[in-house]
């Protein structure tokens, strides 16, 4: 179970390299996205995936599932989640004012010499 | 007072909270930040001398057991760092009252500030790994509304970058703590350190050391990972850029000598190593580039690269003389960097213009100006008496008693290169054919001078004072140099 998520893992994280690393804007917040997704499954993973019951302790209970991945993973969830809305506004605000999308012309080392 | 270590984290989050009920009243806002600021600023020293007088002080949140609970912690390295936070956040608020512009303090300027200092100071002083990324993030998101403020062409363009860097970092940073805990499965600070050192540190805890150095060099700038700096930190208004300078890239250098003394001291060869060289690197860059430019703020930006590699090289030689004079350094590089960058606001402001070549004679008409700034550019260089000499000095000792001779000469060499390049500012602004300057008013001028004054001249007592300072930093390289001291207190 552990390896199947883990080549998931790593798929994500391919994605997610290739759309950062393209020139639209957009594209780009979609994939901090996906990065993050695959950062949060890594965090379930590295846990271990095992634990039949759930993480409660009650008697002859023996064979339980981890809780700290699953409380890391919800405050990661959240803050990835308010980074990107602001992002989106961000990216929202940067195309109105420069009219573009692409990162090509966002470059922008002119004023210095 | 069990809950002392608490209130510098809380006092401005409770005050930012407040401010955010009056928008548009720019006059309350201005009073509660001064207020939360000074309250905050005398909790944070009685904790400085409450950890002096009774050692590191531990909070385990909702009482329970250490390793389980989150635990906050201030050893006397973190109090040392908490307290300049707020002395340079108060400076920078004051100065802010004229400098800023109403329009931006009308959306949410200082409650950000406030938010912002509040995740510094709980990065400082968390003892849980996972709890130290959280922090993180409110300082970043609160640094992410203080960069695009105010929505400039400029900014916007550049605050996308920087929330992309950033955003990539976090991600790397759940990725490494996710590796931490699969291999000793626990978080909280002290205990990692407990099992790392049962297991010996084998070869992958040291790639997650190195992943660690990667997480933290982004937002700590150490080459090859500054490329992101100079551009976004040229972008906000001055006060913002002074915080940013002075705090931001801070947090970065404080947690990784806090995990290179912690975590990974088994293996000191091969970490510490690759600490040391990065940053000797990470100085020759930040020279090239504050001789590169003829933009005011762009020399001193680049001073902070500078600065970031000094003292990672005085925390990678792992010894006393070399720990001290690194924490030494840290605290006078933010006292001076908020000090300079202050400054340099006030001549932008005074010449209404960032670019060197277009200044020139400005002693003859501000000459406090042109003093203060001089004061402050031989501290930065670290001339003695002032406040970078004793830092630099142990940094050199440590080094050479470690046996690292071309490094020390390397950071020695660099102290020249900041000389001329804070020098090449005076140079240009202050001799020479007086330029037609734009009409300003001298009120403004006289109001941003005031806390500028105050903060180099406190800047000077740093360096005149040192005697007295040294009881605090020993205590602070001891806990450092001896986890056992920092786990003590926090397993009990």
Redesign the interface.
Known sequence: MELVVAILIGVLFTAAVYLILSRSLLKIIIGTGLLSHGAHLLLLTMGGLGGLAPPVISEGVTDFADPLPQALILTAIVISFGVTAFMLVMAYRAYAVHKTDDMNQLKGNDEHD | MINLPLLPIILPFLFAILMLFFKENVRIQRALSLVGVIISLIASFYLLVTVKSEGVLAVTLGSWPAPFGISMVSDMFSALLVTTTLLITLFVVVYSFTAIGEEREKFFYYPAILFMVTGVNGAFTTGDI?NM??FF?VL??AS?LLI?LG?E??Q?????KY??VN??S???F??T???L??VVGT?NMADISVKIAEVGQPGIITVIAVLMLIVFGVKGAIFPLYFWLP?SY?APPVPVLALFGALLTKVGVYAIMRTYTLFFTHNVGVTHEILMVVSVLTVIVGCVGALA???LK?IIIYNIVIAVGVILFGAAQMNEAGISGAIFYLVHDMLIKGALFLLIGIIIYVTGTS?LRKMGGLMKTHAPLGWFYLIAAFGLAGIPPLSGFIGKLLIAQGAFEAGNVWGSIIILASSLIVLLSVIRIFIYAFWGEPMELPKTKRKPYARMMLPTIVLVVLSVLYGVGTEWLIPYVTDATDVLLQPSIYIDAVLK
């Open positions: 996972f990324f959280v993030e970043l998101i992410y695009v929505g062409k400029k916007l363009r550049e605050s996308i929330i992309l955003v990539v976090s991600a790397l759940v990725i703590v996710a590796y805990y699969s978080l551009g040229a430019y003829f933009d762009q670019n």
